[in-house]
């Protein structure tokens, strides 16, 4: 069974990701029973048949939007973003989309190259399943969670502003004038 | 100038462990190269000709004495005795060890700096006026709000994997001095009818091979929704932003496709879902963050002091620096220096580790300890009593730091060219040297007048060639020679315009006849006080270009058939290294 990393611990994974083939089209392929996550596409072609199923998945593609699971949000056991290349940001905004703009609550995963030092943005916009590039150790990936113990700035995790949540410093020294 | 607390503190420091860890993984090779690459960048660590260069952030160009002195240490300590001061207000150093990193950054932690986010398709240093406080038209002092958008910035969660770079400047006082028609997005602060501090936000201007001016998106945002109105513009780019081309990748193009009303719409459509939530700024925080800008203890003095007008009177030198490197304060009896790094010989921009020191001085002795690095690579002491300038003065030329040119031909802006960076068609810098040195009588240079000059060594434009009244670009050409591009009528500030190539492209030894050919067409063509860039606008290219092609040039002899002039302007796209 795969290893993942979900609120922030190391657990084991039953569900599988159906990436097309060649060959295999949305309308084509042949989704195998049990736990699946498949892509956008797969569920908008197979949908009268999937959306019966106890437990599924859906994963979007970075060039894909959210809004397109406007609706049916709330038939997803898991719904994962791939990140092609980790250097490609778009996951970032979907997810931060999904969460604060489509209400999404359930599991969030982000698939693909998923690196150790991109955890800690993934987490804040609002992933909280990591499946790591299958060549990662899991237990080093892991610690990309915890780099950093303070943020600036709002995102999904974090609703206030530091500038909200504490008292900072002015200086002292104008007010003392 | 600001200073951290300890959330500012464990943040940087935090960043700094995080670092030494990444690099520990890149030499035990648990990190790719190619995986190393994005996280090294994001620190401002570039593999250059020397090896690595890092890029250190300065804030707004605002620097301490006790920072430049660790500037210095770092330039002694494990560079070769030198930085470079940048366009975009930044120091780069080029001659550094990898496994020295982590140590320099934490040196400049230990001093509340850092790399952060100095590279990499991410925002950047966020660049302003380098008069912010001082000047006598200022409407709004920038300088909290670019700080405040500096912490929003970092590390930002979202924003951290852009198509492209993006880069912030901010300006506050009626005159641009931050070009920031040239930047992905340019906030002008301003006040409303009401005298409410806000911004005219711009968007979609940048340089590199497609130059464009921005677009103004809103012509007022109050000051409390600036955070969430410039993320709404962020998360609209980072969605649609072109990832397929990197030559297309900037907001620039994605504002172009899209048109600008189309742009705004989707952008404000985001924001109607931000606008007055948590993000909002709030009066609280802008008055404690502008507690760190508050006035220094100034002096009642008068606004003339007669020793100066004495030592002006026997001093032609001082006389000069005084007009051209000396500029009016908003308080009496006070001036703003510019320090010139610009002397006629030396690399523009380049300071060594004995002038840093030294400045890091004149500030603690003349100007509260503050310094200002300029967008156009010169120094500034913002808060000098005029009293004080004929010993500054005196002190300062001792170090080659008064050459009295600045804003004339030979306060050239110059990138850093082939000596230093892999991308280059051209040694920017030589050139940089050839011209000033051509340039060097102080008469011809003040009868040419107000005039700005930006050398580029490839169409990145890093020298910023497309606003410079004149502007030179290393080009290169199938036969892979050093070409030289030369265009005319670019500027920056208020009436931004981008300038337009004069004609084919000329070898190294030609440019500096070129240059005086154009000068020498203004000063025949002008009206009494008319600048160079008022005459271009007013005659056009035409009788530049002609008669900068009317004769040839004297001989090179490797080069006796002048073919340079012959062949057309066309070149081969110069290719990114697959090093960045
Ligand atoms: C030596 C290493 C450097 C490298 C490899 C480098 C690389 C680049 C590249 C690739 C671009 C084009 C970006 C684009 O079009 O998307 C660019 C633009 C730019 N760089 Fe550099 N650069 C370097 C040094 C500098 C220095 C020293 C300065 C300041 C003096 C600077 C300031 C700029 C500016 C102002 C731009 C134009 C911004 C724009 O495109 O809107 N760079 N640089
Ligand atoms: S303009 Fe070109 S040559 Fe000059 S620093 Fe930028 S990338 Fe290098």
Known sequence: MNMIIKNKTIVADDWTVLRLQEQETPENVIVAAGKVIVPLKVW????????????????????????????????????????PKFSDGRGYSIAFNLRARLGYSGELRAIGDVLRD???????????????????????VIKGLSDFSEVYQTSFDQKLPLFRRVQRKANEAASSQ | MYHYDEYDQQIVDERV???????????SGELTEQEFLPLRLQNGLYMQIHGYMLRIAVPYGLISSQQMR???????????GYGHFTTRQNIQFNWLKLQDTPDILADLASVQMHGIQTSGNCV????????????????????????ILRQWST???????????????????????????????????????????????VVGGGLGRTPVIGSVIREFVPWQHILTYVESILRIYNQYGRRDNKYKARIKILVKALGIDEFKRQVEADWADLKDGPGTLTGEEINRVASFFTDPAYETLPDH????????????????????????????????????????????????????????DLADRYSCGELRITHKQNLVLADVRQKDLISLWQEASAQELTTPNIGMLTDIISCPGAEFCTLANARSIPLAKLIAERFENLDYLYDIGEITLNISGCVNACGQHHIGNIGITGVEKKDHDEWYQVSIGGAEGNDSSISKIIGPSFTFDQVPEVIERLIHVYLRERFEAESFIDTVRRIGHAPF????????????????????????????????????
Not at chain 2, 70 to 80: G, N, V
Not at chain 2, 124 to 144: H, K, L, M, Y
Request: hydrophobic letters at 40%; aromatic letters at 12%; glycine letters at 6%.
């Open chain 2, 124 to 147: 950047r240093n966020i660049t302003s006026d380098e008069f912010a406080g001082v000047a006598q038209d200022e409407v709004v002092d920038p300088r909290p709000y670019a700080e």
């Open chain 2, 545 to 580: 270009k002609e008669h900068v092609y009317a004769t040839g040039f004297a001989a090179q002899e490797d080069e006796a058939d002048g073919k340079h002039v012959v062949l057309p302007a066309q070149y081969e796209v110069p290719y990114y290294s697959p090093r960045f």
């Open chain 2, 70 to 80: 660790m500037f210095a240490h770092i330039a002694r300590k494990y560079d070769r």
């Open chain 2, 17 to 27: 462990r995080q670092y030494r860890d990444q690099v520990r993984r890149r030499l």
């Open chain 1, 118 to 140: 991109q955890l800690f943005y993934l987490q804040r916009v609002g992933f909280d399943a990591f499946a790591p590039r299958p060549d990662r150790k899991i237990e080093e």
């Open chain 2, 305 to 360: 002091d007669s020793k100066l007008n004495e030592f002006k009177a026997d001093s032609r030198s001082f006389s000069n620096w005084l007009s051209r490197n000396v500029k009016p304060h908003r308080i009496p009896g006070y001036a703003i220096v510019v320090l010139s790094l610009k002397k006629p010989g030396n690399a523009p921009g380049d300071a060594t580790a004995e002038q840093m020191d030294f400045v890091a």
């Open chain 2, 155 to 201: 590390f930002h969660p979202e924003f951290a994997y852009l198509p492209r770079k993006f880069k912030i400047a901010i300006s506050g006082g009626k005159e641009d001095r931050a070009a920031i028609y040239a930047h992905d997005i340019g906030l002008a602060a301003i006040k409303n009818a009401q005298g409410e501090a806000g911004f005219r936000v």
């Open chain 1, 44 to 83: 908008q072609a197979q949908r009268a048949a999937l959306q019966d199923r106890k437990e599924i998945g859906v994963w979007l593609a970075s060039d894909e939007r959210p809004e397109e699971l406007k609706g049916d949000i709330e038939k997803f056991s898991v719904i994962a973003v791939d990140f």
